[in-house]
């Protein structure tokens, strides 16, 4: 009947319960008979004989008494560490106001990233909350991600981000002619992912903004396409028509390597800028360094000294401030002296203009005003015309423009609401494009 298999999955949910229940008992039976006792080691019964003897000898106090007098009477607290809070003169004024929040809502509305945002600028107020046709952007191109890692820098980085879309150029060309602004400067993160490391998008967007608002001045603060397209690159944009050449040295020669990324050189950027020059004469080449990392004066001066000999007409002076813990330490503040004796060198040197102060970045707005006082003392000695170079510097007994300056939260708006009036009222017609 079960054919040679045990009879066990046959029997009844009750009769497998009473087979459990014998075992149990015959279990405990089994275990309830004398066991055999253990013989002691005889070091365990000494340490025994001696434990004993110390319990019947000792007296009211034990040496659990000794584990009670240590008690934590409350809990400590961790100590923080003391933050080193920033000197005065790098204090600024909190972003706001309805010229700011216009600005603002029109970038974020067409979807263009801006190192004012992406790098945490901290003139990002002043620069943003200036009026109608005097405020100034820096737009960014080619995306938010950079291929490098730059130690100092706060804008993301990745070895392959997302390609930029084909019609780019010319949205963002629209979008940034349709700003009430004069002064605009597009620049870009490192994309060694990209053929020509965005030459030409560059250039699409200088030529369609062009065509769009020939009246603007545009800058292109590019980086120095090594690895990718070269010195051809920079041709590419140098002669797409815009008006400022930038390309930014950073820091001294010898810092170069624990400071910019391993692909970024200094003799390679004094030839962005030299070649970029002699692709178009008329440009204005401009570079930045970035102090607060170590470099000595003397590595100061000769920077200073090669940028003038390649040619740069535009130089300016910065303190670095760490955008977080993950990124390079400052290792000196330099108070706002030292920048005001290193305007008065760049200038000895034969520098056109020479921006420097704890708060200058490259593209601080200040400086559009100046250099668009340099443009159009350029254009008119071109051109011959008389009128243009009255524009650019009157002759009604007034002081000439001023080409130099040493930019602080504090001067910086006064000195340009005083340019912008030297060439309203110089102007031969109509209203100052500035």
């Given at each position: 009947?079960?054919?040679?298999?045990?009879?066990?999955?046959?029997?009844?949910?009750?009769?497998?319960?009473?087979?459990?229940?014998?075992?149990?008992?015959?279990?405990?039976?089994?275990?309830?008979?004398?066991?055999?006792?253990?013989?002691?080691?005889?070091?365990?019964?000494?340490?025994?004989?001696?434990?004993?003897?110390?319990?019947?000898?000792?007296?009211?106090?034990?040496?659990?008494?000794?584990?009670?007098?240590?008690?934590r009477v409350g809990t400590k607290r961790a100590v923080k560490k003391q933050h080193t809070r920033h000197p005065d003169w790098l204090k600024v004024q909190r972003p706001g106001g309805d010229d700011y929040m216009?600005?603002?809502?029109?970038?974020?509305?067409?979807?263009?990233?801006?190192?004012?945002?992406?790098?945490?600028?901290?003139?990002?107020?002043?620069?943003?909350?200036?009026?109608?046709?005097?405020?100034?952007?820096?737009?960014?191109?080619?995306?938010?991600?950079?291929?490098?890692?730059?130690?100092?820098?706060?804008?993301?980085?990745?070895?392959?981000?997302?390609?930029?879309?084909?019609?780019?150029?010319?949205?963002?060309?629209?979008?940034?002619?349709?700003?009430?602004?004069?002064?605009?400067?597009?620049?870009?993160?490192?994309?060694?992912?990209?053929?020509?490391?965005?030459?030409?998008?560059?250039?699409?967007?200088?030529?369609?903004?062009?065509?769009?608002?020939?009246?603007?001045?545009?800058?292109?603060?590019?980086?120095?396409?090594?690895?990718?397209?070269?010195?051809?690159?920079?041709?590419?944009?140098?002669?797409?028509?815009?008006?400022?050449?930038?390309?930014?040295?950073?820091?001294?020669?010898?810092?170069?390597?624990?400071?910019?990324?391993?692909?970024?050189?200094?003799?390679?950027?004094?030839?962005?800028?030299?070649?970029?020059?002699?692709?178009?004469?008329?440009?204005?080449?401009?570079?930045?360094?970035?102090?607060?990392?170590?470099?000595?004066?003397?590595?100061?001066?000769?920077?200073?000294?090669?940028?003038?000999?390649?040619?740069?007409?535009?130089?300016?002076?910065?303190?670095?401030?760490?955008?977080?813990?993950?990124?390079?330490?400052?290792?000196?503040?330099?108070?706002?002296?030292?920048?005001?004796?290193?305007?008065?060198?760049?200038?000895?040197?034969?520098?056109?203009?020479?921006?420097?102060?704890?708060?200058?970045?490259?593209?601080?707005?200040?400086?559009?005003?100046?250099?668009?006082?340099?443009?159009?003392?350029?254009?008119?000695?071109?051109?011959?015309?008389?009128?243009?170079?009255?524009?650019?510097?009157?002759?009604?007994?007034?002081?000439?423009?001023?080409?130099?300056?040493?930019?602080?939260?504090?001067?910086?708006?006064?000195?340009?609401?005083?340019?912008?009036?030297?060439?309203?009222?110089?102007?031969?017609?109509?209203?100052?494009?500035?």
């Open positions: 009947f079960f054919s040679g298999r045990r009879p066990w999955p046959m029997l009844s949910r009750s009769a497998r319960f009473v087979s459990r229940l014998s075992g149990r008992a015959a279990g405990r039976a089994f275990s309830s008979q004398a066991q055999p006792q253990q013989q002691v080691s005889p070091r365990l019964a000494a340490l025994r004989e001696q434990l004993a003897s110390d319990v019947a000898t000792e007296d009211e106090t034990s040496w659990t008494d000794s584990v009670s007098v240590a008690e216009r600005i603002r809502n029109g970038l974020r509305a067409s979807k263009l990233a801006t190192v004012c945002e992406e790098a945490r600028c901290p003139n990002i107020g002043e620069c943003w909350s200036s009026k109608k046709g005097a405020a100034t952007a820096t737009i960014m191109v080619l995306g938010d991600t950079c291929t490098r890692g730059c130690r100092f820098c706060n804008v993301k980085t990745s070895r392959a981000p997302a390609l930029p879309a084909d019609d780019e150029p010319e949205k963002t060309a629209e979008a940034i002619a349709s700003w009430e602004v004069d002064y605009v400067v597009i620049t870009s993160v490192d994309r060694d992912d990209i053929p020509d490391g965005g030459a030409s998008h560059y250039a699409r967007v200088v030529r369609r903004v062009k065509e769009l608002k020939p009246s603007m001045r545009l800058e292109c603060l590019t980086p120095d396409f090594n690895g990718t397209s070269g010195l051809d690159g920079v041709a590419t944009v140098a002669s797409a028509g815009l008006d400022v050449y930038a390309h930014n040295i950073e820091t001294v020669e010898r810092l170069q390597g624990s400071v910019r990324d391993r692909r970024a050189g200094y003799r390679e950027s004094i030839g962005v800028l030299e070649h970029a020059r002699s692709v178009n004469p008329s440009l204005v080449t401009k570079t930045s360094i970035i102090l607060g990392f170590g470099e000595r004066d003397d590595e100061i001066r000769q920077t200073m000294r090669d940028m003038r000999d390649a040619g740069v007409e535009i130089f300016t002076l910065g303190q670095y401030l760490r955008p977080s813990r993950r990124h390079m330490k400052v290792a000196r503040m330099l108070p706002p002296e030292e920048y005001d004796y290193w305007q008065r060198e760049g200038m000895a040197m034969g520098f056109k203009y020479v921006a420097s102060g704890p708060l200058v970045r490259s593209s601080y707005k200040a400086g559009e005003v100046f250099m668009e006082a340099i443009l159009r003392e350029r254009e008119a000695a071109q051109h011959g015309s008389r009128s243009g170079a009255e524009a650019a510097s009157p002759s009604d007994g007034a002081s000439s423009l001023p080409l130099s300056g040493v930019w602080t939260p504090q001067q910086g708006e006064e000195r340009a609401a005083r340019v912008l009036a030297s060439l309203a009222d110089s102007r031969p017609e109509g209203a100052c494009p500035l």
